[in-house]
């Protein structure tokens, strides 16, 4: 059975940082491009950022370039979304997903998701 959990949501004042987890189980992660998207209040679930399985290569949505980095360490199964600079905007519900593309596209496996909020 496959489980993606995520961590490290949270409140944080505008310009601060917050660092999310997302722990994966029950698939060979090594071998899944892992993304991370978001659905805000009243709006669309949208693409972050994705990296691949193979060479760690990355992409980013416009808006959060150069403010987040997505990572990943495969001896622990998980991927990592390090957010800087958070804007009010940047307030969602975070996923990963197992699968994803760097264009953006959907894989089979979603986490339940972890709330950020950025005050302003």
């Known amino acids: 059975q496959v489980q993606l959990v995520e961590s490290g949501g949270g409140l944080v004042q505008a310009g601060g940082s917050l660092r999310l987890s997302c722990a994966a189980s029950?698939?060979?992660?090594?071998?899944?491009?892992m993304g991370w998207f978001r659905r805000a209040p009243g709006k669309e679930r949208e693409f972050v950022a994705a990296?691949?399985?193979?060479?760690?290569?990355?992409h980013y949505a416009d808006s959060v370039k150069g403010r987040f980095t997505i990572s990943r360490d495969n001896a622990k199964n998980t991927v990592y979304l390090q957010m800087n600079s958070l804007k009010p905007e940047d307030t969602a519900v975070y996923y990963c997903?197992?699968?994803?593309?760097?264009?953006?596209?959907?894989?089979?496996?979603w986490g339940q998701g972890t709330r950020v909020t950025v005050s302003s």
């Open positions: 997903n197992a699968g994803a593309t760097l264009t953006g596209l959907t894989g089979d496996y």
């Open positions: 029950g698939l060979p992660f090594s071998s899944y491009n």
């Open positions: 990296i691949t399985r193979s060479d760690g290569s990355t």
